[in-house]
C-alpha cells in the first residue's frame, strides 16, 4: 500500500468517475486503473463497485476511504508543522463561516489576524452549517465558526463566545412600549425569520411560542453581497401587513429592511445589532429572563493538528467581540438555543 494509491482512491471517490480522477491526478485512466486494482489486490477486496454508473465505494471501501482521508490529511500537514515550528504561523487556513455570523464577525477580526500573522493566507467562505461539517469531514475545510452544540462525530467544539437575540420592531409597534419582551406576547404571524432549511430560522422559531406563521419565507440565509448578486437566486413569498410580497433572495439586513418599511418584527443576533444607528436601536428590545442566546464555536476535525494555529485564530475571534459577549456566565443566566439539524 502507497501513499500515491491512496490518493488515487480519494480522486475517484470525489469524482465518481476514473477518467476525471486520473486527470485530477494528472496521470492515465489505465495507470490510475492499475495502481488501484493494486491495491484492491493486495487488501482483498474490492474498494469500489464499477458495475454502477457512477462508481460507488463498497461498505469496506466507505470504511477505507475514511481512514486514508483522516491518514493522508494528518500526513500533509506534517510539513506544516514543521514550518511553523521553525518559522512561525505560515501558510493557508481555509474558514467557512454561517452566513448570518459573517458579515458582522469576519470585519472585525479579519484585517487584525492578517497584520498579527502575516505569513498566513487567511481564505474564508460563507457556507451553511451542514456544508461546513460536511467541508471539514472532506478535508476541504480547516476550521468553521458556527452555532454548537453540534454533536457531530469526529468534530471537535471550541465555544468562543455567547451572542444573546435581540427583538426588533417596526416603527410604532405596541411591543416597543415594553422595556423588555415577553416571549409568550409573541406572535409568528407578525414574525419575518429566514427561508426554511436554514439554522437560524429554526432557532428563531423555537424562542416564539407561537402556532400560527405567515412569514416563515421571508428571505434565504445568505450575505449580503450573494444577495444582492444573484438574480437567479430562487424567488420566496412572504405575506405582510401591506399584501402579498415576493422576495428574490435576502439575508438579516433583508429581514432588518422589511421590517423597517413593514409592519412586524424579526430577530438579530447580538452581532448585528452592533452597527444599527441611533434610531434604529430604539426599536431594539431585549426579552425578559431567562435571555435566549446562541453558543458560537470554532469547529475542527479532529484530524487537524497545526494546534497553533487554531489557537491563534480562537484568540483573535475572541479578541474582537464585546468582553461580555465572552463571559461564560452568560450560559448559566440564560437559555441556550442551540443549532439542531432536521
Known amino acids: 500500500m502507497t501513499i500515491t494509491q491512496l490518493e488515487y482512491v480519494l480522486a475517484v471517490d470525489e469524482h465518481r468517475n476514473f477518467a476525471a480522477a486520473a486527470k485530477r491526478c494528472f496521470i492515465t485512466q489505465p495507470t490510475l486503473s492499475m495502481q ?3 491495491l484492491e489486490a493486495e487488501l482483498g477486496v474490492l474498494i469500489f463497485d464499477r458495475s454502477k454508473k457512477p462508481v460507488v465505494p463498497t461498505d469496506i471501501g466507505i470504511r477505507i476511504i475514511a481512514m486514508a482521508r483522516d491518514g493522508l490529511a494528518q500526513l500533509h500537514q506534517i510539513p506544516e508543522m514543521v514550518r511553523e515550528d521553525r518559522e512561525g504561523l505560515s501558510g493557508p487556513l481555509r474558514v467557512g463561516v454561517i452566513p448570518t455570523l459573517s ?3 469576519v470585519p472585525l477580526f479579519a484585517g487584525q489576524f492578517a497584520v498579527a500573522h502575516p505569513k498566513v493566507r487567511l481564505q474564508l467562505q460563507e457556507m451553511l452549517t451542514h456544508q461546513i461539517v460536511s467541508a471539514l469531514r472532506n478535508d476541504q475545510l480547516d476550521l ?3 452555532v454548537t452544540p453540534l454533536g457531530e462525530r469526529g468534530i471537535r467544539e471550541k465555544p468562543l463566545f455567547y451572542e444573546r437575540f435581540h427583538l426588533y420592531l417596526s416603527p410604532g409597534h405596541p411591543l416597543l412600549g415594553h422595556a423588555a419582551v415577553d416571549l409568550a406576547a409573541l406572535e409568528r404571524e407578525e414574525l419575518w425569520v429566514l427561508q426554511d432549511g436554514h439554522c437560524f430560522r429554526d432557532q428563531v422559531l423555537r424562542i416564539c411560542p407561537g402556532q400560527n406563521l405567515t412569514r416563515q419565507h421571508a428571505a434565504t440565509d445568505r450575505g449580503p453581497t450573494e444577495a444582492t448578486d444573484d438574480a437567479s437566486t430562487d424567488a420566496v413569498h412572504a405575506t405582510g401587513a ?3 410580497i415576493q422576495l428574490e ?5 433583508t429581514l432588518k429592511g422589511l421590517v423597517d418599511r413593514h409592519q412586524g418584527y424579526t430577530m438579530l443576533p447580538e452581532l448585528a445589532t452592533l452597527g444599527l444607528s441611533g434610531e434604529e436601536r430604539k426599536r431594539l428590545r431585549p426579552f425578559q429572563a431567562p435571555l435566549p442566546y446562541r453558543e458560537v464555536s470554532m469547529v475542527v476535525h479532529r484530524r487537524f493538528l497545526r494546534q497553533q494555529l487554531i489557537e491563534a485564530f480562537a484568540e483573535a475571534v475572541l ?3 464585546p468582553q461580555d459577549m465572552r463571559n461564560p456566565m452568560r450560559a448559566e443566566t440564560g437559555a441556550v438555543i442551540p443549532y439542531l439539524p432536521a
Open 36 to 38: 488501484i486494482k493494486k
Open 144 to 146: 468553521g465558526l458556527l
Open 103 to 105: 458579515p458582522y464577525l
Open 242 to 244: 401591506q399584501g402579498g
Open 319 to 321: 479578541k474582537a467581540v
Open 249 to 253: 433572495a435576502g439575508s438579516l439586513a
